[in-house]
């Protein structure tokens, strides 16, 4: 478990590379002129990447289901009010096809838009990256604001005056 505000940077710090990484795959899988194959490759690539994530915050399913019984239920009560469905859960393709639903429209005018002969593929994969690049980031937020809350005490008013400057 992260017990230090600046640990808990440094993850974050890690994830978002980590997310910036898969956004580029995603980018070049969006460049394929096969119908369905970016979402076949976003679908992939966030089944990997949300878990990975959640276990780098100490947020996958298996590491909360590990923690104290207060603290468990305080990790999934925080996730929720998020609006986070994955901290603490395991994550299915199911899961992770809801998730892409929710920018079905910048997904599917990537998908239409490779077929535009040049630019085409460029707008698809920037529009491809920049969906993978917004699920990744709102998820690693999501478990940062989620880790804090349960920082021991002392790590919390640290994090609380870090966040005023």
Known sequence: MIDTIAELDRVRDDCKRLVTTRSMLSAGA?????PGADLV?????????????????????DQVQKLEPHLAQQALVMASSLGNTMIGRMVTKRIVASLLRRIVRRVAAGSIAKFVPFAGSAVAATISF???KL????????????ACALLPADQRAVSATVGKG
């Open 130 to 132: 920049g969906a993978m």
């Open 135 to 146: 699920i990744g980031n709102a998820h690693v937020e999501d478990c940062y604001k989620t």
């Open 30 to 34: 969006a460049v394929v002129p096969i």
């Open 41 to 61: 490759a976003d679908i992939g690539l966030l089944t990997k990447l949300l878990p990975q994530i959640s276990n780098r915050f100490g947020l996958d399913h």
